[in-house]
C-alpha cells in the first residue's frame, strides 16, 4: 500500500513563510502527477498547485508568485514552498499523488492526511 505523509505545518505570522513536504513510502512504481489542495472551514477543497504529466507546473491564481511546487523524484517528496503568508491561506494543506503502484495497474490516486497552516498574528 501508498502513503504520503505531510509535515511542516503550523502558525506563521502574515508574511511569513512555510515549506510543506509531502514524503511517499510503500509499493511505488511511477509517479505521474502530483499535487497540493487545501480545505478551509466551510469551503470546498480547491487545488493550490500541481505537477502534471507534462511537467508543467500549475498554480490557483490565489498563489501565484507566492507559492513554490516542486519534486525531488529520488526522495519520493513533493515539496510546496508558501512565500508571503496571508491570513486567508489558512487551511488544512493535502498532498495528492497519481500513481502507479506496479508496470501493470492502471494510475490511482493517494492523498495524504492533511496538515494545518494557519496564519495569523
Known amino acids: 500500500q501508498v502513503q504520503l505523509v505531510e509535515s511542516g505545518g503550523g502558525l506563521v505570522q502574515p508574511g511569513g513563510s512555510l515549506t510543506l513536504s509531502c514524503a511517499a513510502s510503500?509499493?511505488?512504481?511511477?509517479?505521474?502527477?502530483v499535487g497540493w489542495y487545501r480545505q478551509a472551514p466551510g469551503n470546498q477543497r480547491e487545488l493550490v498547485a500541481s505537477i502534471p504529466p507534462t511537467g508543467r507546473t500549475n498554480y490557483a491564481d490565489s498563489v501565484k508568485g507566492r507559492f513554490t511546487i516542486s519534486r525531488d523524484n529520488n526522495k519520493n517528496t513533493v515539496y510546496l514552498q508558501l512565500n508571503s503568508l496571508k491570513s486567508e491561506d489558512t487551511a488544512v494543506y493535502y498532498c495528492?499523488?497519481?500513481?502507479?503502484?506496479?508496470?501493470?495497474?492502471?494510475?490511482?490516486?493517494?492523498w495524504g492526511q492533511g496538515i494545518q497552516v494557519t496564519v495569523s498574528s
Open positions: 510503500g509499493s511505488i512504481f511511477s509517479v505521474n502527477a
Open positions: 495528492e499523488e497519481e500513481l502507479m503502484t506496479t508496470p501493470h495497474t492502471t494510475s490511482q490516486t493517494f
